[in-house]
């Protein structure tokens, strides 16, 4: 009961250390409310947000003795923040088994399927079209390194490791008092000192700094920049600037793909010599290029946008520490070795 006390307060770190420490009691008290129903009537969003990263997703539909959920008192009190944040975290975790996860993927699985489907319209429209004459050697390397650039990016990228923090999760119901991990955590000297705001509830572990807990992965991430929906991945410490290669390499894929199919329609010789004849010839014979076209400028545009704000919000000395370090130590490597050679 006394997490219901200090959500109904607001006090934010003690729910979280409450939740930390498994100290949560009882469920429901005799109005039947849970903490989050407090949290909710008060509005506390901080709280609601503590208590559903921590708690089951069974607590986002947990009605009290009057039927109502954490959303509707949230919602009958016109506490408009914390019904959409309630609202968004009950579609997020209640789609539980394989559509919860299906629909976690779908973005992820509609880009790729976008990407596929624009790279077979290229190689079957532009580069191996049996309307157009046969490329050379030297645009044929050309209109391959799109295709190329395209798939590298997307297969180095996709689905790797943010930097996830390792949870201590799932040993909630057997920790004892005198269980070491626990004793271990509490005498940190930041816990000592009341800074209850780097405890993870839900993770069960004290977050270094910079750590923030990603409620979409459901795990704490070193660095979190957001959480991306088109990839289904966190973009944080350990793949932000992978991140960003990735968009430059689309663009320089879309950049080529573009250069080649407008290059291919414009000095196709089968084309009558007046503009209506040639729009007629091009709308006719080269539907596949004309679609192909459209949608690569237009995903050109929106990812070049995302891709300079995403280098505006970056810091240049993280990609010097990472990468920087790495080229001069590989320098390094190389020169003993070329000094062992010759020794
Ligand atoms: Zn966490
Ligand atoms: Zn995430």
């Known amino acids: 009961m006394v997490t219901c006390r200090a959500a109904y307060k607001g006090f934010a770190d003690i729910v979280r250390l409450l939740l930390f420490l498994d100290a949560n009691g009882k469920h429901q008290d005799k109005e039947g409310f849970?903490?989050?129903?407090?949290?909710?009537?008060?509005?506390?969003?901080?709280?609601?947000?503590i208590l559903v990263q921590a708690g089951k997703k069974d607590d986002l539909m947990m009605t009290d003795n009057s039927g109502l959920t954490p959303q509707q008192h949230a919602s009958d009190r016109n506490h408009q923040q914390v019904t959409n944040f309630l609202g968004n975290a009950r579609k997020l975790h209640y789609e539980g088994g394989i559509f919860g996860k299906l629909s976690k993927l779908r973005l992820a699985a509609a880009l790729v399927c976008v990407i596929f489907m624009l790279l077979l319209t290229y190689i079957n429209s532009v580069i191996m079209a049996s309307n157009f004459p046969t490329l050379t050697d030297v645009s044929a390397f050309f209109a391959w390194i799109g295709v190329i650039l395209a798939t590298t990016g997307l297969i180095l990228f996709y689905r790797k490791d943010p930097g996830y923090i390792k949870s201590n999760r799932n040993d909630s119901k057997d920790t004892r008092d005198d269980e070491p991990l626990l004793k271990l955590e509490l005498r940190d000297p930041a816990i000592l000192a009341g800074k209850w705001t780097r405890l993870c509830a839900a993770c069960k572990i004290i977050q270094p700094l910079e750590a923030e807990h990603c409620d979409t992965c459901e795990r704490c991430v070193?660095?979190?920049?957001?959480?991306?929906?088109?990839?289904?991945?966190?973009?944080?410490?350990?793949?932000?600037w992978d991140f960003l290669g990735f968009l430059v390499l689309e663009v320089f894929a879309m950049m080529i793909t573009g250069i080649v199919s407008l290059t291919r329609i414009v000095r196709d010789p089968w084309a009558p010599s007046s503009i209506g004849g040639w729009l007629l010839h091009v709308g006719y014979q080269h539907v596949g290029v004309v679609l192909f076209l459209v949608s690569d400028i237009f995903l050109l545009i929106c990812v070049s946008i995302f891709t300079y704000v995403q280098i505006s919000q970056y810091n240049v000395d993280d990609f010097q520490d990472k990468y920087i370090w790495k080229a001069s130590t590989i320098a390094r490597v190389s020169s003993v070795w070329s000094c062992r050679q010759y020794a």
């Open 222 to 240: 070193e660095q979190l920049d957001h959480h991306c929906p088109l990839i289904s991945n966190c973009i944080a410490k350990k793949n932000k």
């Open 34 to 49: 849970i903490p989050l129903h407090w949290a909710a009537i008060r509005g506390n969003l901080t709280a609601c947000r």
